[in-house]
């Protein structure tokens, strides 16, 4: 149990468009999920917290207005990258935290997007 | 504000050999310590934490860590190490448990070899 998903594993796009990537809690109920950013050879760095139904709490320097998170239900989180640049080529990894009456309360990772942008 | 340095990017080991992955923390206050181990085209893994109590925590599959609140350290040791061992470590902590907040170390690449 506590499987997370993300979608698409890599993704290839050009410059200027958007790119969307998912999250899924498949046996669970998340009720916050996490959104990291791993550049090469370093270590994971959180860009935000989303809790279901509500706005997403943004780490500081990191562009809401860029990276669109939206938990609109209890086993799905987006992620967004809109106007995507070279600059934002990286590998993001979601992870999921259910509660504690579930025996869930701690973050369980997917395996992580990696997204190039030529 | 927190950090976490793993010092070895790469650690090799030969199979039944013991080996230790480094990791130490920067907090200004008390800290959760958590070692996360990522398979090839795996998600990560929570492996062990130490939220408090015995300060000597193990996992199930023969790892353990020893927090080390003067020397601020958190290294994790495996007295025999085996193939399926090779994976990326991940070091993190957190003033709020695993449920919250983690910040992370750059990892450590383990390979075992035959």
């Known amino acids: 149990g506590a499987v997370v998903s993300q979608h698409p594993s890599r993704v290839i796009c050009k410059s200027g468009t958007s790119v969307k990537i998912e999250c899924r809690s498949l046996?669970?109920?998340?009720?916050?999920m996490f959104w990291y950013r791993q550049f090469p050879k370093q270590s994971l760095m959180l860009m935000a917290t989303?809790?279901?139904?509500?706005?997403?709490?943004?780490e500081q320097g990191v562009e809401k207005d860029k990276f669109l998170i939206n938990h609109a239900s209890l086993t799905l989180s987006t992620l967004t990258v809109t106007s995507a640049h070279p600059e934002d080529s990286s590998f993001y990894i979601c992870?999921?935290?259910?509660?504690?009456?579930?025996?869930?309360?701690?973050?369980?990772f997917g395996p992580g997007t990696r997204l190039t942008v030529l | 504000a927190q950090s976490v340095t793993q010092l070895d990017s790469q650690v090799p080991v030969f199979e039944e050999a013991p080996v230790e992955l480094r990791c130490n923390y920067s907090?200004?206050?008390?800290?959760?310590l958590f070692w996360y181990v990522q398979y090839p085209n795996q998600g990560l893994q929570l492996l062990l934490k130490?939220?408090?109590?015995?300060?000597l925590v193990k996992s199930i599959n023969g790892f353990e860590a020893e927090f080390n609140k003067s020397q601020t350290s958190f290294h994790l040791r495996k007295p025999s190490v085996h193939i399926s061992d090779t994976a990326e470590y991940f070091c993190?902590?957190?003033?709020?448990?695993?449920?919250?907040?983690?910040?992370f170390g750059t990892g450590t690449r383990l390979q075992v070899t035959l």
């Open positions: 992870s999921a935290r259910g509660d504690r009456g579930q025996g869930r309360d701690e973050q369980f």
């Open positions: 046996d669970f109920q998340a009720t916050t």
């Open positions: 989303s809790n279901e139904g509500s706005k997403a709490t943004y």
């Open positions: 907090s200004s206050v008390s800290v959760y």
């Open positions: 130490y939220l408090s109590g015995s300060t």
């Open positions: 993190a902590v957190s003033d709020h448990g695993t449920a919250s907040k983690l910040t």
